[in-house]
């Protein structure tokens, strides 16, 4: 027997499975896929609340996630650096409820706003090189004493079987195992193009589809697409060309560019995400999925509030 075991091994998989070990419990992950071969791996993973609800408890999630990315970003060796990005939005005065949870904010002046959008802003967050970090992340919570079992799962029963505790980080795989149909995939495809000198990191958030440009240590992340209900994996020329087209408009810089890939995500996401205890009579269901675009925003607030459920 265990004491908890989380199920899904992508970001949020990982840090409930950090948060729970570093309170004294003995924790196992099952997962279908390797935590690169998770939806988490394909993220620009950059902080800023996108597609999740409600607002009021994304707020507090993003905070402690926020603060959390920032102390990591203090080390060297686990790709996560804090940078200035540049939002653009399509209001005058955009309703920047995400603000309290961030840092300070500096608004551009109108000269510095290219159309169609009417306002920008610039402020520092957490950008997260995902093949660094993800490697650096899953490292260390194995070296917190944490096992790794592959597992396929149809129902939640194999789990309770060996743990009365269970935690339901399965992402989209949650649909089935929960009935969720409220759960539904909203596709992401990126462009991966060579990074040449200093390139900004850039969010149009002016509406959909989403654009931005996100730099790595050793590429530029550009994106992207949110096509809700759509589950097909293969990249489609007609979305790269559009995001190269649209990132040209919008960053000058990034006109010209060298691709060198191209990759699709599933996001989970659902009209609110879930986390929530569901007592059993096999013992404690803990959910925390549906994140949406915000896995990387919201993955350690999230797994604080479930380690409260099953330590409280």
């Not at 990005?85 to 300070?104: K, N, Y």
């Not at 194999?158 to 399965?170: D, G, L, S």
């Not at 240590?217 to 020329?237: E, H, K, W, Y």
């Amino acid at each position: 027997m265990v004491d908890v075991v989380v199920v899904g091994a992508g970001v949020n998989g990982l840090c409930v499975a950090s948060e729970l070990r570093q309170r004294g419990l003995d924790v196992e992950v099952w997962a279908r896929d390797d935590s690169m071969a998770t939806v988490s791996a394909v993220a620009g993973a950059i902080w800023f609340p996108f597609l999740a609800e409600p607002r009021e408890r994304v707020l507090g999630w993003s905070a402690v996630t926020f603060q959390r990315l920032a102390t990591l970003a203090r080390r060297r060796d686990c790709g996560i650096a804090m940078a200035p990005v540049t939002a653009t939005f399509a209001e005058a005065a955009p309703d920047l409820w995400w603000a309290p949870a961030a840092g300070p904010i500096e608004r551009l002046p109108a000269a510095a706003v290219r159309a169609p959008c009417r306002s920008a802003i610039r402020t520092v967050v957490p950008i997260v090189d995902v093949p660094v970090h993800l490697a650096w992340l899953r490292a260390h919570v194995e070296s917190q004493g944490v096992r790794f079992v592959p597992r396929v799962l149809a129902s939640f029963a194999p789990a309770f079987a060996v743990a009365r505790t269970v935690v339901n980080c399965a992402g989209l795989g949650a649909a089935a195992l929960c009935a969720d149909a409220s759960l539904v995939p909203v596709r992401g495809q990126v462009v991966l193009v060579e990074r040449s000198g200093d390139v900004p990191a850039w969010i149009d958030d002016s509406g959909l589809p989403p654009f931005y440009a996100i730099p790595r240590s050793t590429d530029v992340v550009l994106g992207g697409t949110a096509q809700r209900g759509d589950a097909d994996l293969q990249p489609r020329i007609a979305d790269t060309e559009a995001i190269l087209a649209g990132i040209g408009e919008r960053v000058p810089q990034l006109r010209e560019v060298v691709v060198r890939g191209v990759k699709v995500g599933l996001r989970p996401y659902r009209p609110t995400v879930r986390v929530e205890l569901e007592p059993r009579p096999e013992g404690r269901l803990v959910h925390d999925y549906g994140h949406g675009g915000s896995g990387w925003t919201l993955a350690w607030g999230c797994a604080a509030e479930v380690a409260d459920f099953v330590v409280g």
